[in-house]
């Protein structure tokens, strides 16, 4: 009885330094020219499904906006510091969720709809994607708000210039 009062405890331990130590990633996005008001943040977080992607932006104008996670983690110059679309294999653009990382890139999050109070939100799952570890991780790179709507059209979705840039980063949740 004693060894499994024990071996219970030490479960229960072990379960509960994992998920203390668990790490998520995190975006704080701000605007890429001065006198803008866009701001927001994204939080991202390994599920069995992929990685889930939530992000809350303000300050953008309504309507669709493309949001991509971009190669890079730097947001200087306008947000072109980020690069391109994070692409590892040279994929199609495309919608992620429903095409696949065959059929898209791996940042590829469609659209995020800004309303009429200047507020948007979008969660989505990134089937096959990461925040560490695999060929297609995503810590360290960028999300980057776009100024248009992404129609999906090649290369990268027709979006428009950069409004809203932030590093993606981990951290200890």
Request: proline share 5%.
């Amino acid at each position: 009885m004693r060894t499994t009062g024990t071996l219970v405890v030490g479960v229960m331990v072990a379960l509960g330094c994992a998920s203390a130590s668990a790490e998520t990633g995190k975006a704080v996005i701000k605007a890429t020219t001065d006198g803008s008001s866009v701001s927001g943040g994204a939080t991202l977080t390994d599920t069995a499904a992929g990685l889930q992607v939530s992000v809350q932006v303000s300050g953008a104008s309504p309507g669709k906006h493309g949001l991509h996670i971009h190669q890079y983690g730097e947001c200087g110059d306008a947000g072109n510091a980020a690069g391109g679309h994070f692409n590892p294999h040279g994929a199609p653009h495309g919608f992620l969720p429903t095409d696949g990382l065959t059929k898209a890139h791996p940042g590829d999050l469609g659209n995020i709809e800004v309303n009429a109070d200047v507020t948007g939100s979008l969660t989505v799952v990134l089937p096959g994607v990461a925040l560490s570890g695999t060929t297609y991780s995503v810590a360290g790179r960028a999300m980057v708000l776009h100024d248009k709507v992404d129609d999906f059209g090649q290369p990268t979705g027709n979006a428009g210039g950069r409004v809203g840039c932030g590093p993606i980063v981990l951290s200890k949740e």
